[in-house]
């Protein structure tokens, strides 16, 4: 029986030496056909940092529409009684509801938005499929943290995806403060793979997108990278846009502050890049935590004709 080779081995028994990631992290080098809005200082930034802050990218006029989606869904019973909908381990309200673009036009249209599709194929080289989408909330005084990880630890050993191709894209649907729990990066991380201790159990994810335990780097780990890169936690208001590389280290305090912290996920994945079996878990998790079926390519949808094709610039 053949053993199926891992470039990326975790969810060990025991300590292994983080290593050099073994992809590239902009894959339209060289390739002219890809050639997309960003431009070379972007790209290098990208590199470098491990991702792209874009304050103020749509305007408050154009998230608002989002929220009265938003209510509705809270008053759909069905929905709210779904594994899709994660609620917070603390105070039982909603923390993250999964698969937004499958449940909303509206939100299905953002994925297809030229200036973003344009700069993710450009990253990735590629078209691309979401992977994933989701908003996470954290109401005022009761919104739980999240632990420091790399997504695509996840990805790789509970979803089988095979390489470092995915690019994340968060919108701020609420002004993000340095109160009310923003979004912490480590620049400079996702040029290392860290492997973790500890084996996937049948059903991890439903206990890991209440309280992640498993596929957390050490505390030695840590520090060294936020010695050598530093932590930044990109701030701004509603319409703000953050695009951030696979492996990029990422984390969240609780929401201290009496404002929501609301942001909306979109995972984009190169159609190069499709998911096989996991690499370290019993089994592949549901089709709304990393889709299988559901991997067409996007095609875009213009809400603003005037924008396509326009450069974006992303702040430093």
């Known amino acids: 029986m053949l053993t199926r080779q891992d470039p990326y081995p975790t969810r060990v028994r025991e300590y292994r030496e983080p290593f050099r990631r073994l992809d590239p992290i902009v894959h339209a080098r060289n390739q002219r056909r890809w050639e997309g809005p960003l431009d ?21 006029d154009r998230i608002d529409p989002f929220f009265a989606e938003l209510r509705e869904m809270a008053n759909d019973e069905e929905l709210m009684r779904s594994e899709q909908v994660i609620l917070d381990p603390n105070s039982g309200a ?23 599709l344009g700069m993710v194929r450009q990253l990735l080289g590629s078209e691309v499929y979401i992977h994933q989408s989701r908003i996470n909330d954290k109401y005022g005084f009761q ?49 290392l793979f860290v492997p973790c201790v500890g084996e996937t159990p049948e059903m991890n994810w439903t206990e890991s997108l209440k309280s992640q335990r498993l596929g957390v780097p050490d505390k030695d780990t840590l520090a060294m990278l ?24 990422h984390a969240s305090n609780e929401n ?9 996920f979109f995972v984009y994945n190169s159609v190069d890049n499709l998911l096989v079996e996991p690499y370290a878990a019993p089994s592949p998790r549901p089709e709304f935590l990393g889709a299988r079926s559901n991997i067409e390519p996007l095609t875009m949808h213009d809400d603003f004709p005037e924008l396509a094709g326009q450069g974006v610039s992303p702040l430093r």
């Open 40 to 60: 070379e200082v972007a790209l290098s930034r990208y590199e470098r940092d491990g991702f792209l802050w874009f304050e103020g990218f749509f305007s408050k």
């Open 94 to 116: 909603i923390r993250s509801v999964f698969g937004m673009h499958e449940i909303s036009q509206l939100f299905d249209r953002l994925t297809r938005d030229p200036r973003i």
């Open 143 to 191: 919104g739980s943290g999240f632990d420091w990880h790399s997504d695509f630890e996840t990805w790789h050993s509970e979803d089988g995806m095979p390489r470092m191709r995915a690019v994340s894209a968060s919108l701020m649907l609420t002004d993000n403060n340095e109160f009310n729990g923003p979004l912490m990066l480590i620049p400079g991380s996702h040029r």
């Open 226 to 249: 936020a010695e050598s890169g530093g932590i930044q936690a990109p701030k701004g208001p509603t319409g703000s846009l953050l695009l951030f590389e696979c492996n990029t280290l």
């Open 256 to 264: 201290m502050s009496p404002w929501p912290r609301s942001n909306l």
